[in-house]
């Protein structure tokens, strides 16, 4: 198969779907969800051959240690609106490959999660789909007005999936959530179209933008711009408010693929654009942005901390994680860039877990709430001991995910020797003591102690839920155990990001 034909079926799958699921009947929503968890299945095959794919092509073809210029794979392109030179233009690199089959995982554990959904059931799975198109669209587009169009339907259907299947302040969250990220996007916009007239190519495609040598004064304010627009997204400090809303409001899967994907856009397109397009700006910038990302993971932590609920400590937990992210970014090392790259990968695997997990527990004992649980082992043993591993992956055992990211994280701050990044990194490698006190609160609180009465007749995860939870089960350890061939692709991957900015 046509290895461009074959991205652009990945995308497609998703839109087509959605289609397919337009003329089922409003009640048969059974059809509805094997039609959906079809076409998820369909692309997580197509999307683990690709990775297979590029694995080959990479051993064909590796990218070089000092090259300036990222290595893209299954490259085509063809112009999509002349008089503007917009192009649809995609190929992978190893970042983008990863991130897609985080996606492929997330969102069949996802609709897999959602079984139980009845309420409008078609509206639903039909608008998770359109999501997910729009996340694959992203990942694989070179043309940066494709990226921003994708950007915005993955980021869009966010409002009515929490708005009308949310629970709690379900319609505020949903505002709040998208007047944020729709202000990112303004930001983000502006951003490309400065790049676009900046470079006198008149192009939005990122290789040749790449190769463009912008002016300092320009990139002075276009590096920030475009940063925080990502930035808000990735639930960048001080714009990180709606994310613990909107994700406590979210149904499972909502919150399984927010968290667990869309933030990453933020990260991604912090370091694919920004980062990559804009290398002295964002030597010029990183100090104030390191101190903003250092504030994301200790506020995130003690935020975690003071709350009650199940997704609240989660969501803040996230805002910590996703910190760690850009962490790593503002390093402006190589180990430090690849450690933020792991933990994209590691943090979306772990929060769609404990969304899943929550949801799990939720719709048995009708409450988030942790002091209102308690020896839930004793009835729900599988849902526990789910629960007790990704606590531990969170606050960073070896042998999990979180310990190889992490690791890589703060070893790639602390290389750089200025006295400011050194001083971030022992503040930042503090928050780990803070994720282990409101981790092991958390799990002791719901997994031990005696049981109320009404909790005794509670029964454990039935086959269909154990699956998506063995799945994301299994890829935490093997990203824990056996990281070595994710580590030795997001090194090529990082290699010219790294070289362009230090050029």
């Not at 799990?360 to 082992?377: A, D, F, K, P, W």
């Not at 890589?408 to 200025?418: E, R, S």
């Amino acid at each position: 198969m046509n290895g461009s034909f074959l991205l652009t079926l990945i995308w497609a799958v998703p839109f087509l779907t959605a289609l397919i699921s337009l003329p089922v009947a409003r009640d048969d929503h059974r059809r509805i969800k094997k039609i959906s968890l079809a076409g998820n299945l369909i692309n997580l095959l197509l999307v683990i051959g690709l990775t297979f794919a590029f694995i080959s092509a990479e051993a064909e073809h590796p990218a070089a240690a000092g090259a300036k210029l990222s290595q893209f794979h299954f490259t085509g392109k063809t112009v999509w609106l002349q008089m503007l030179n917009i192009e649809y233009n995609i190929g992978v690199d190893a970042i983008s490959v990863l991130m897609m089959l985080l996606t492929a995982i997330v969102i069949f554990c996802g609709v897999l999660a959602s079984w139980g959904v009845e309420k409008q059931a078609k509206e639903f799975f039909v608008l998770l789909n359109v999501l997910v198109a729009g996340v694959y669209g992203v990942f694989i587009s070179l043309d940066l007005f494709t990226f921003f169009v994708f950007y915005e339907i993955a980021v869009l259907p966010m409002y009515l999936l929490i708005g009308l299947w949310g629970t709690g302040r379900k319609e505020y969250s949903a505002m709040k959530l998208t007047l944020m990220l729709v202000a990112g996007s303004a930001f983000i916009l502006a951003g490309i179209l400065g790049l676009y007239f900046e470079s006198g190519m008149n192009s939005f495609d990122l290789q040749k933008l790449a190769q463009a040598n912008f002016p300092l004064k320009f990139q002075y304010w276009a590096f920030p711009v475009i940063f925080l627009g990502f930035g808000v997204l990735g639930a960048i400090f001080p714009f990180h408010t709606w994310s613990p809303d909107g994700h406590a409001s979210a149904p499972t899967a909502v919150s399984m693929l927010h968290a667990g994907v869309l933030m990453k856009l933020g990260g991604y397109g912090c370091l694919r654009v920004g980062m990559y397009l804009l290398p002295e700006g964002a030597n010029m910038w990183m100090s104030f942005f390191l101190v903003l990302v250092t504030i994301n993971v200790l506020y995130g932590a003690f935020g975690a901390i003071k709350q009650t609920d199940l997704k609240y400590i989660t969501a803040y937990s996230s805002v910590s994680h996703c910190g760690m992210v850009l962490f790593g970014f503002t390093a402006l090392t190589f180990a430090g860039i690849k450690g933020g790259v792991l933990q994209m990968i590691s943090h979306g695997l772990m929060t769609a877990l404990f969304f899943c997990l929550i949801g799990m527990i939720y719709g048995r004992t009708h409450t988030r709430t942790v002091s209102e649980m308690g020896g839930l082992m004793k009835v729900m043993p599988f849902l526990s001991v789910a629960y007790v591993i990704v606590g531990l992956a969170g606050l960073g055992l070896p042998g999990l995910s979180g310990f190889v990211a992490e690791a890589n994280v703060f070893v790639g701050a602390f290389a750089n020797p200025a006295p400011l990044y050194r001083f971030c990194t022992v503040l930042a490698v503090l928050s780990i003591v803070v994720t282990a006190v409101y981790v092991l609160r958390a799990v002791n609180g719901l997994v031990n102690g005696p049981i109320s009465d009404h909790y005794k007749t509670l029964t454990d995860a039935s086959l269909i839920e154990k699956i998506p939870v063995t799945i994301l089960l299994f890829c935490l350890f093997a990203m824990g155990i056996l990281p070595g061939w994710i580590v030795e692709l997001v090194n090529g991957a990082v290699h010219p990001i790294y070289n362009n900015l230090m050029r």
